[in-house]
DNA sequence: AGGGGGTATATAGGACCGATATAGGTCTTG
DNA sequence: CAAGACCTATATCGGTCCTATATACCCCCT
């Protein structure tokens, strides 16, 4: 389902220009679960436009740029309804702040709290937007809404109750750079069978 | 945070070629919070060579074609510890699933259901496979996996409660297709004003 | 014997994001 | 009241990344 698809969606939901497509993604009803650019945007509104899936009319106001709005034809509402019976995507979760956890090991006490309170903060405000009252977009809105605050407020209950885990680890004595060396840095060592002894226990270790 | 540093992290937990890199997104510690294909870390492994953040040996079995494996010299573990003290990007959520959801009232229940069956097996399988054993690629995995597990739950529960309410709105009348067209479809309306005011009240309804 | 699936590397093409440019408007605060 | 910060609004370039495909050989099952 690609950029094109998603503003065919935007805009079945009422006329839009770009620019406001872009806020639906940013702060809107798309903003917890889509992410689109203005990158990707104007040109898949010019695409559209092209395919006849869309009109844009534009209205020029005094002394600003003229304003694009574009609404939906009923060859693109056709289109719409018929990409939503398409096989769908797997869900995807994107994670620095796991990945960078997963390290805590090679990391300060301080850094590792520091960047929980962060992430904490997130799911925090984020469980608290989408718990806001009932303001609707489709049928569904509500559905979609409390789904996400109910697993922001799983997140941010996981992390107040188990923080303490990551944070010890942090603090533990023979973590980071101050760690006497391994003899393998520099340069592959010069025993290859010892080397793949030692990466067999190692991936076999992380699986 | 690109493609190279996250290499460099996997290859921190124990040397591997490009395919066991995969592997770790595609089935291990990363999977369920990172992705990267081949069409990335091929170019990136070849990459950190260059910089001297990795090397490289080659191992050729017989009628095979060899084997490259990646090794992180002492220049490749600094770089990755610092790159774990700059500003992470923030957490990503991508669902196609809950964009569908949004426009339930376009789709019959049984497509509904199905989705949603589908999405619960996916979550139940995930919530399952993070709450296994602690087989440990660092001393945080299990804090990693634990919160995977718990956020999965939390979308399980939250399906199983809450389903009826939106199969409940595809079953509702005056749905999808055959509900009566409105005026404004092929083309802009020939009242701007008009078309204007409805576009206001629509944008308020979406916020 | 043949197909399906696993191991293993590699690349071309296209989708998408991030940053930047432009340009005027409104709001805030010293 | 004026400077600076932020908002509306469109658009594009460069680079990163994914998808799909190609290659080549293995093992296992039927």
């Known amino acids: 389902m690609d950029v094109r698809t998603l503003c065919l969606g935007a805009l ?29 945007i104007y040109p898949a509104l010019t695409r559209l436009t092209e395919e006849g899936l869309v009109t844009c009319h534009s209205e020029q106001q005094e002394k600003r740029p003229d304003k694009k709005i574009y609404s939906v034809t009923a060859k693109g509402r ?12 797997e869900d995807k979760f994107r994670s620095e702040f796991l990945f960078v956890m997963l390290f805590a090991h090679l990391l ?3 850094r590792v709290k520091g960047l929980i309170d962060e ?14 009252p009932a303001d609707i ?8 809404k409390d789904f996400g605050a109910v697993v922001h407020q799983a997140s941010v209950d996981y992390l107040e109750k188990n923080r303490h885990k990551v944070e010890a680890i942090a603090g533990a004595p023979s973590s980071r750079a101050h760690a006497p060396q ?5 340069a592959p ?15 076999a270790r992380i699986r």
Chains 1, 2 share one sequence.
């Open 137 to 144: 977009g489709t049928p569904a809105a509500d559905f979609i």
């Open 108 to 110: 300060t006490p301080e």
């Open 119 to 132: 992430k904490l903060s997130e799911h925090k405000e984020l469980a608290e937007r989408l718990s806001g």
């Open 189 to 203: 060592s010069a025993s290859p069978d010892k080397n793949k002894d030692r990466r067999q226990k190692e991936l």
């Open 12 to 40: 079945t939901l009422g006329d839009a220009t770009g620019y406001e497509i872009r806020k639906m993604f940013e702060d809107g009803v798309f903003s917890h679960f889509l992410e689109a650019s203005y990158g990707s």
């Open 182 to 186: 391994q003899d393998e840095d520099a």
């Open 78 to 89: 056709t289109a719409f309804t018929e990409a939503l019976l398409e096989p769908l995507a």
